[in-house]
């Protein structure tokens, strides 16, 4: 880190570029993206340099998502679009970085080995600026939730940021698993970054026939064949697929434009769940509250302690 100055207080940029090239893991294509320092109360923009002058701008937004099969999909209204953007939102986010351009030659976020390791790791190395500006907070007052079948996604009220994501699936390589941890920079990059997108051999070639997952290979997911782990160097956490889900997760509702103070709760959520939970959030506004990180840290500590989760996980 260049920076030694951080503070959860003010909003924080890049302190200089940070430059990427790999490839698209849904259309295959070679990328070259550079992320940039941004002014204050920017949020992430992404700019499609090899789109129309004029065109090329689509902020990360959660009004924005136009696809999220199998990854996260943003649009401008001139129907520009920036696709996978999750990964690189969550090492953003994960970093404390507020504010950032980012310049890319295609349409889709270099997918790298799968997870947010790269990305973390070349922010942390450029380091951050501190900005004069307070850093927002959502605040969640009340719980909110999303379901789809057995699936269902929400937010409890809660003094800080927190994922709690379980998932379950027939093949015994995955079975059930939950991860549960409040979101803070050390947090994810011991825990979650190095955890990577998976897939199941079974649904690969409808997922090409659909032009998906064309760049996908052993280097940059997991392959599912049954009950058996494909890759020849097996997993990198026991647990790596619901890491990765939480992963996800984060760069998903990084999409709110800043940091929500509350109780993310997945069972089964996926990009499709995560989106709709943000639009339900955003759309009732007494659910909600927007402050300061500093009033939020502030006036909520000790307000809700663990017992009071568990009344509210078993009302559900
Ligand atoms: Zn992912």
Redesign the pocket.
Known sequence: MKTTTRTPFYQHTLSGPVHFVGRGLHNGKPVSMTLLPAETDTGYVFERLDAEPGQQLVPARWHAVTDTRL?TTISNGYGVSVSTI??LTAALTACGVDNCRILLDGPEVPIMD?SAKAFMERIQAEGLLVQQRERKALVVTNPVWVYERNRYAGFLPCPRPWFDVTIEFESAAIGKQNYSMPLTEHMFDSNIAEAR?FGFEDQLATLQALGLAQGGSLRNAILVDGDRVVNEDGLRYEDEFVR?KL??AV?DLSLAGVPIYGRFVGHCSGHHLNNRLLRSLMHNVSYWRLTTVREATEQWGCMIDDSTYEEMLESI
């Open positions: 990854s999750e990964h799968g997108t990765h992963l996800d760069g």
